[in-house]
């Protein structure tokens, strides 16, 4: 079945760190992923998705399929990165399976 | 440009009552859904439309109904609200194609006592 866990329930690191939001996923097939953000009272929005291979705020993330992986990483965290952020995996474009989510604390 | 619109924001019912929630899109967009959010569980498929005139059960769709009223609504109902449907309802779209991005609603704030 397919599958998205992000291990991390809560990250917290300080402002200038580097952040790394992990993610791995279970699907037959080619996989098509995003990552969604969800900022304090804020709907969820789309932050990056791996075919456009874009760079958003800073943000990239790298789909590894030996390790069916696409981690979410970003140099020097900010303060406004604080959200929650939640990986996902378009579902043979009929849905999307998400993962639990990482609440991302980004400290001054 | 108002994107995906949801009603209720907040809405707070007794064990046994019934209510419906609203989506509604104005994009042109063929697939919508419906997720629950709850914490620890991310968001979860309650069902979903891929067109109009069809409709899919999700992950948990037990004790909920939807209909795909046309092309811009999609209703979320539930016929008898349990405590356990406490929850946060997202509705979203998108115009369907693979990986095509999700538009989300604001979400409704869901408290059954």
């Known amino acids: 079945a397919q599958r998205v866990t992000q291990p991390e329930k809560l990250l917290s690191v300080f402002k200038g760190a580097p952040v790394e939001l992990k993610c791995n996923y279970s699907y037959s097939g080619s996989p098509e992923l995003f990552w969604y953000v969800q900022y304090s009272r804020q709907r969820l929005q789309l932050l990056l998705r791996h075919i456009s291979r874009e760079s958003i705020k800073g943000f990239t993330a790298d789909l590894n399929k030996g390790e069916t992986s696409f981690h979410l990483k970003k140099p020097f965290a900010q303060e406004e990165d604080s959200a929650m952020y939640y990986c996902a995996l378009d579902n043979y474009g009929q849905n999307f399976v998400f993962g639990p989510g990482t609440r991302l604390s980004v400290l001054p | 440009n108002a994107g995906v619109t949801q009603t209720p924001k907040f809405q707070v019912l007794k064990t046994g009552q019934s209510m419906t929630l609203q989506c509604a899109q104005d994009?042109?967009?063929?697939?919508m859904y419906w997720y629950r959010q709850d914490p620890g569980m991310g968001l979860r498929l309650i069902y979903y439309s891929a067109s109009e005139g069809t409709t899919d059960k999700g992950e948990v769709p037990n004790g909920y109904n939807v209909s795909r009223l046309n092309k811009r609504e999609f209703s979320l109902r539930l016929e008898s609200a349990a405590p356990s449907q406490t929850s946060v309802y997202f509705c979203?779209?998108?115009?369907?194609?693979?990986?095509?991005?999700?538009?989300f609603g604001s979400g409704t704030q869901l408290s059954v006592l």
């Open positions: 994009m042109n967009h063929n697939s």
């Open positions: 979203a779209s998108r115009y369907g194609a693979t990986n095509e991005k999700l538009f």
